[in-house]
């Protein structure tokens, strides 16, 4: 037994001797090397190393949860909270944790990007790679990770992982006004192309050179992969049944019926190969690849096994931490890594077949005026390009898309054949594999 999976199961253990139900554990041993530059010159190296456990117990409908940062300590941490999950207001939404007999597949990481010491020269390739295509500045990151985890159940889990991952972000300026931003995230190091992903902010900035106000209006939007991942970051939140429950989805109840354009299929598969390819979800269900919209239809919502007993179905292996990280809810399923699945043209011909319309790299301050409508704006940024006849013709700024996500997704009528994974700050999460999509008529407004 592995040294993180003999740590969960002791601290199941632990937990069961001092009287829960029911308690999961999972171990984590991180490892994260930051490298930030600006002003096209690196400004920071960063290491980091943190082994923690994420520890679930309950007793009857009574339940709590920790991070628990000193392992040697487990004994005496888990017997308290346990004692504190006796004196806790029952959960009512609890229905128990995953049990039976599993069978996992175990990831790998790349032993490369395990012994990556030096990657700063991705970094120095990128920036070279942007300045030659007109950048006049360069700045971004890159992220090489390796984790590893170990996880046990009360109810029969116990599993290993291991995963790696590279994350190059690169946004180059030509102008104050223009820029154009490019990602490159790969699990393997031969997957690492910094001069393509340097080359390809410097065209995106070159082309955004002196913008002017945009025009207001209907207009048809080609979306570049990042732009769809800020979008899919909501989306796919919400088709977790847990935002279902609180009335924070779009696709409540609407199982079963149109819900984008039959261009759309869009899957949570957590089994490809991916910086986010994951072995378990957070309770111990061996992960699966779950169809969301098939066609333009929803077919399910993602579940845990709790969710799953309320909505009388199966879990889809999509349970979230039982602790809080970032924004999302802690004992919530969660989507792992979205797939659109790809079309049949290529970019090129999705422009040459616009007429009139935006061809758009980034965005950001996505805002809801209704979750339960799919109500929303965003922001554009870095390049934002019009198309007339077919062509780019120059470059607008401070415009806003201000409509309906549904319509969003119901008006895409045209998908690229190239996708590629995105993964940004919390803008563009979780990672995705995505394509460019075209959306028609969508309303633009001003920003400012």
Same mark, same amino acid.
């Given at each position: ?6 740590? &969960? ?5 632990? &937990?069961?001797?001092? $009287? ?6 999972? !171990? ?18 960063? #290491? #980091? $190393? ?8 309950? @007793? ?26 006796? !004196? ?10 995953? %049990? ?26 990128? @920036? ?16 090489? =990770? ?12 116990? *599993?290993?992982?291991?995963? %790696? ?36 902010? $410097? ?56 819900? *984008? ?48 007993? =309320? ?13 809080? @990280? ?19 043209? %290529? ?19 996505? =805002? ?5 409508? $799919? ?19 120059? *470059? ?21 054949? %190239?996708?590629?994974?995105?993964? #940004? #700050? ?23």
């Amino acid at each position: 037994m592995s040294e993180l999976k003999e740590a &969960a199961q002791e601290i199941v253990d632990f &937990a069961r001797d001092a $009287g829960a139900d029911d308690a999961v554990a999972e !171990v984590f041993d991180h490892r994260t090397h930051q490298i930030r530059y600006s002003n096209s010159r690196i400004d920071a190296s960063n #290491w #980091w $190393g943190l082994k923690h456990a994420h520890v679930f117990v309950a @007793i009857g409908k009574r339940t709590l949860s920790t991070d628990l940062l000193d392992l040697a300590s487990a004994k005496a941490s888990v017997e308290a909270l346990v004692q504190g999950a006796r !004196v806790t207001p029952e959960n009512s939404a609890y229905t128990g944790i995953a %049990s039976g007999k599993f069978k996992y597949r175990r990831g790998k990481a790349d032993p490369k990007i395990v012994a990556m010491r030096s990657p700063t020269k991705h970094v120095h390739d990128a @920036i070279s790679a942007a300045v030659r295509e007109g950048a006049t500045e360069v700045g971004g990151t890159l992220f090489v =990770r390796h984790m590893r985890a170990g996880i046990a159940s009360s109810g029969g889990a116990l *599993a290993e992982d291991e995963s %790696s991952a590279l994350e190059l972000s690169v946004r180059a300026f030509s102008q104050p006004e223009a820029s154009g931003h490019a990602l490159c995230c790969t699990h393997k190091l031969s997957g690492m192309d910094a001069r393509g992903t340097g080359s390809r902010a $410097g065209q995106m900035a070159f082309l955004a050179k002196d913008p002017v106000q945009g025009d207001v209006g209907k207009m048809d939007l080609i979306l570049e992969p990042m732009f769809l991942g800020e979008l899919m970051h909501s989306t796919s939140h919400m088709m977790s049944a847990f935002y279902v429950e609180v009335g924070m989805s779009m696709f409540a109840k609407r199982v079963g019926k149109k819900v *984008a354009s039959e261009e759309v299929t869009l899957v949570d598969d957590p089994t490809m190969p991916s910086t986010s390819q994951r072995a378990f979800d957070h309770e111990g269900v061996p992960t699966k690849r779950t169809v969301m919209i098939d066609r333009g239809v929803l077919k399910t919502y993602l579940h845990d096994t709790s969710t799953a007993k =309320r909505f009388k179905t199966k879990t889809t292996g999509n349970a979230g931490p039982y602790v809080p @990280i970032g924004f999302d809810p802690p004992a919530a399923p969660l989507p792992i890594h979205p797939v659109l699945e790809p079309g049949d043209l %290529s970019v090129e011909e999705m422009i040459a077949d616009t007429k009139n319309g935006l061809y758009l790299n980034n965005t950001w301050y996505t =805002r809801y005026q209704s979750y339960s409508r $799919g109500d929303f704006s965003t922001i554009p940024r870095d390049a934002i390009l019009k198309i007339e006849d077919g062509r780019i013709v120059g *470059a607008v700024k401070s415009i806003r898309v201000s409509d309906n996500m549904l319509t969003l997704w119901k008006n895409i009528d045209a998908v690229s054949k %190239s996708t590629e994974e995105v993964f #940004w #700050w919390d803008e563009v999460a979780p990672p995705s594999t995505l394509p460019s999509v075209r959306v028609k008529g969508m309303n633009i407004t001003r920003s400012s």
